[in-house]
T-cell receptor
């Protein structure tokens, strides 16, 4: 079945270590997004990519980095520069223009990162 | 980018209609209004979207004002399983920045 796969689901890291969260989609979607969610809060946009080899900063990009070398993959690295990285991270994608509901976001199940 | 404003929380009795408002006064002419909901610790789920006309699907109805500055999501017969956080967002034309607000916590009571 098509969908978005995020891994790992749970991750524990020591302070100061870089961490990479994986996001893979087999939906042939063009655009991909990373959001961060803190307890009791809404989703905040970290980075998004509308096409391979191109991405833009969202509202809270500091301390994060991404790459989009393949259409299917949009990994997020949480660097040691991120002051408070413990959070729930959600990856999403959108079909290309002319396919499906315009702008409908398809979400993965999320990755919960805890920095000790 | 258009921003949205929603009430922090709402309550609804089971079986009654839940009407969730959203203000999006800076929406541009070609931007859609989308509604999603999130049940604890899961990714948000798409509910419905609209541009100008009112829309209805198997889950909900969406009423958009004529000036498009606000909208209302209607769950016609709320059930306990509709308890969730509901997000209203705008965008979707160029698949660019899609920003979520704080959302509305809807609690459906027996």
């Amino acid at each position: 079945d098509g969908g978005i796969t995020q891994s790992p689901k749970y991750l524990f890291r020591k302070e100061g270590q870089n961490v990479t969260l994986s996001c893979e989609q087999n939906l042939n979607h063009d655009a991909m997004y990373w959001y961060r969610q803190d307890p009791g809060q809404g989703l905040r946009l970290i980075y998004y990519s509308q096409i391979v080899n191109d991405f833009q900063k969202g509202d809270i990009a500091e301390g994060y980095s991404v790459s989009r070398e393949k259409k299917e993959s949009f990994p997020l690295t949480v660097t040691s520069a991120q002051k408070n990285p413990t959070a729930f991270y959600l990856c999403a994608s959108i079909p290309g223009q002319g396919y499906g509901i315009p702008g409908e976001l398809f979400f993965g199940e999320g990755s919960r990162l805890t920095v000790l | 980018d258009a921003k949205t404003t929603q009430p922090t929380s709402m309550d609804c009795a089971e079986g009654r209609a839940a009407n969730l408002p959203c203000n999006h006064s800076t929406i541009s002419g070609n931007e859609y209004v989308y509604w999603y909901r999130q049940i604890h610790s899961q990714g948000p789920q798409y509910i419905i979207h609209g541009l100008k006309n009112n829309e209805t699907n198997e889950m909900a109805s969406l009423i958009i004002t004529e000036d498009r500055k606000s909208s209302t999501l209607i769950l016609p017969h709320a059930t306990l399983r509709d308890t969730a956080v509901y997000y209203c967002i705008v965008g979707g034309t160029s698949y660019g920045k899609l920003t979520f607000g704080q959302g509305t916590i809807l609690t459906v009571h027996p």
